[in-house]
């Protein structure tokens, strides 16, 4: 055997051992594989900025910064799932050491050894040489745990309907993976083969030093050999890594880290208003260029994980859409309609004088590498394919109009990708620009306009639940500290008055100072714009907006989700700034004064629902659980999805108004309330209300379970006085119900 120049006390070695006569070669593939690599992510980038309409995703760089280190380098969103977060973060940590490593080991083999200041020696080259070995195992790991989890478990997020959506590129990217640690495994157990009598400190390169056991007694020539072979496949396999990163799911490498950089700052869930009715001639998004780049950017930052797809209630009750595959439809159609959009944009990049602008070298040179590549992909001579409608050609109308706006896809997504933004801009399309949405809808909107509620009760029945309360509008006292914003469930609904009704009796018995807008308050609009119908959103919150800010209202109380999401996240477009509080926010609070007090025990096992609009989308989650827990006698069971993995009622994105086939959401929830054995729902939503009662009688529970708010909930527990029926607002006239008798 061939003794080491290294001695026990001057641990060492040299970085290219058996290979130190490669590097001119070395360095030639290596400038072809960052060339090859160089280009795609130009390409790419040609690719980003050719479709779609400005957007500002720059802005406010520091909370940037701290969001690109929260989820881009720390993997907090992707260790929300247990096993695949895991098996995600032992791949891009120990690659991240190793690439580190890799930069050591050239730093030390060009630069500090000519110096003649090496210092992979001693003490440090130990545990530097434990480290790599330690790192390269733990990607090694998470690739066998991702083959195992891709082709043995597959579960169903990893496919649509059953059927497995892996790839060629899927098994090209874990065989680079796996061939880059186990061939560097080998050439390290090799070198140690050769060495080890004279260096038995290499036992700090435990995984090498395990596995050169292998070649005890294989002829020191043979195993230089070997050596020199494998060491030129792992430096195959990782040139062929960089190089193929920008046509394949290896690009989220880059992508997913930018998107992070790049979420919205805004409100979770806000949407951005339609700014100019008055010259637009359309709205919406009906074709792909109508989206922002960013919204284009987002589909190229999905890594198909199915994340999104794993909780999507319309997905797993049947419905046709799924969040990743409209994702991934979108980026198929924008791969296609990006080399057009990049000629265009080229052709028109002319002078004053209509002449083609002059270019520096390099961009002629790329130029002609595009122009390779474009004849390569598509001959000369093949029309380009038509442009297609966003919805009904690329997007599925039916995949549109099944989304519940839950959140549960951005919630969950591990590449902060904004999938509800999307859809509601294709329903703005269809809505305000078409005209062509479901019949139900209509109804709802045309109730909307005329009665400024969505059943259709005559507004001026809106106060009528609180003639017996004593409860003041603002016309009447305006000096209060709240405006106690009823709804359209809480005004019209005869279950959700009785919420209504409960919710102001404790706040008269816990002193709170409110009044009401009665007739003059309007349909919060929610529903209307979640459903593509902006116009009609945005005439209702300026009704609502102008009475609010007549009174001087700076604090209100919502019951509904709902509302309180709007008025506190879209309102202020439209000047409606305001302190606005859930009231399971404003019961915690009363309970934790001590200003309400609990006379008896509600007893019996609760489950609490989270509410979409108030979980995922305002973070109340503590709130409610606590209330429930101060209420004497209330146990509390949780379902297997709660908190911010909730499962949906069905009623968010306007499809409380709308008809539903197949399995329905608000029974697949229900049925999850009733596999933890409860006695009683508990919500925080007039429409969770509605469906979680629906969803029993479904399951024939409903003489066994019911559901209940908070609200009353907390007031059964105060025990001031029995509850009334408030009064009936939808009932007939009494001269109709009871016609007079013809006079004798």
Not at 25 to 34: C, G, K, P, S
Not at 491 to 506: E, M, N, P, Q, Y
Not at 562 to 586: C, M, Q, R, S, W
Request: proline share 5%; net charge negative; glycine share 8%.
């Amino acid at each position: 055997m061939e003794l080491s120049h290294f001695s026990v006390g001057n641990e060492g070695r040299e970085v290219f051992w058996n290979a130190e006569h490669f590097e001119a070669i070395l360095f030639m593939f290596t400038f072809v594989a960052l060339a090859i690599m160089g280009y795609g992510i130009y390409r790419r980038w040609q690719m980003w900025t050719a479709v779609g309409k400005p957007e500002i995703r720059w802005d406010n760089r520091n909370e940037r910064i701290k969001l690109l280190l929260r989820d881009g380098l720390l993997q907090i969103k992707t260790f929300k799932d247990l096993y695949p977060g895991i098996m995600h973060g032992l791949i891009f940590f120990g690659f991240a050491v190793l690439i580190f490593g890799a930069a050591f080991d050239a730093t030390e083999f060009h630069v500090a050894e000519p110096l003649g200041v090496p210092f992979l020696t001693g003490k440090f080259y130990l545990v530097f040489s434990f480290l790599m070995d330690l790192f390269g195992l733990a990607v090694l790991i998470g690739t066998f745990m991702a083959i195992d989890r891709r082709y043995l478990q597959k579960p169903e997020r990893l496919g649509y309907k059953g059927e497995p959506d892996n790839t060629p590129d899927d098994a090209i990217v874990l065989l680079l993976l796996a061939g880059i640690i186990i061939t560097g495994f080998i050439i390290e157990a090799l070198r140690i083969s050769v060495t080890w009598r004279q260096t038995p400190w290499e036992v700090w390169s435990f995984a090498g030093w395990a596995i050169s056991k292998a070649f005890i007694g294989v002829n020191p020539d043979t195993a230089r050999a070997m050596h020199k072979a494998t060491w030129w496949i792992h430096t195959f396999f990782a040139l062929g890594f960089i190089a193929y990163i920008p046509y394949s799911r290896l690009m989220h490498i880059i992508t997913t880290p930018a998107n992070h950089f790049m979420q919205n700052m805004k409100p979770v869930g806000a949407i951005e208003p339609i700014r100019d009715f008055e010259n637009a001639e359309s709205f919406g998004v009906g074709q792909l260029k109508e989206f922002t780049w960013k919204q284009v950017f987002d589909s190229d930052a999905c890594t198909r994980c199915g994340r999104c797809q794993d909780g999507c209630p319309a997905y797993l009750t049947g419905k046709p859409l799924s969040p990743k595959k409209l994702i991934q439809d979108m980026k198929t159609y924008w791969l296609e309609q990006a080399p057009l959009a990049i000629a265009a944009k080229k052709a028109a990049q002319v002078d004053a004088e209509g002449k083609p602008l002059e270019k520096s070298g390099i961009v002629k040179l790329l130029d002609k590498v595009d122009a390779a590549v474009d004849q390569a992909i598509k001959p000369a001579g093949l029309l380009p394919p038509p442009e297609k409608a966003m919805v009904g050609e690329v997007i599925n109308l039916d995949e549109l109009w099944a989304c519940t706006n839950c959140m549960y896809c951005m919630e969950n997504c591990s590449s902060s990708i904004e999938h509800v933004p999307k859809i509601i801009n294709m329903r703005q399309y269809k809505v305000l620009t078409e005209a062509d949405f479901a019949p139900e809808l209509q109804l709802a909107y045309r109730n909307m306009e005329n009665n400024s509620n969505p059943w259709g009760v005559g507004s001026h029945l809106r106060a009528d639940w609180a003639k017996e309360l004593g409860v003041k509008t603002l016309a009447e006292d305006a000096n209060v500290e709240y405006l106690f914003y009823v709804g359209c469930a809480g005004s019209f609904d005869d279950r959700g008055k009785k919420v209504t009704v409960a919710f102001a009796k404790i706040l008269q018995a816990a002193g709170v100072s409110f009044g009401i807008l009665g007739t003059e308050e309007s349909c919060c609009g929610d529903s209307a714009m979640r459903g593509g119908n902006e116009y009609l959103y945005q005439t209702l919150a300026q009704m609502n907006i102008e009475a609010m800010n007549g009174y001087g209202v700076k604090k209100i109380i919502a019951t509904c989700p709902h509302g309180y999401n709007a008025l506190k996240k879209d309102y202020p477009h439209f000047g409606g700034n305001y302190e606005v509080y859930h009231h399971t926010e404003i019961l915690a609070d009363l309970i934790a004064k001590g200003k309400i007090t609990f006379q008896k025990p509600v007893a019996g096992t609760f489950t609490y629902h989270d509410s979409c609009f108030l979980g995922r989308y305002n973070n109340v989650y503590e709130q409610p659980r606590k209330i429930l827990g101060a209420v004497p006698g209330v146990k509390i069971v949780e379902m297997e999805r709660n908190l911010s993995k909730s499962f949906c009622c069905g009623a968010g994105g306007a499809r409380m108004w709308m008809e539903e086939h197949g399995e329905k959401i608000n029974d697949a929830r229900a049925k999850q309330a009733v596999d933890v054995k409860a006695d009683a729902i508990a919500v925080g939503c007039p429409f969770c209300l509605t469906m979680m009662t629906d969803g029993l009688k479904t399951h024939g529970m409903d003489e066994k379970m019911y559901s209940l708010d908070i609200a009353e909930i907390v007031w059964k527990s105060m025990g001031l006085e029995e509850e009334k029926e408030p009064v009936q607002v939808c009932e007939a006239p009494a001269d109709l119900a009871n016609p007079a008798q013809p006079a004798s």
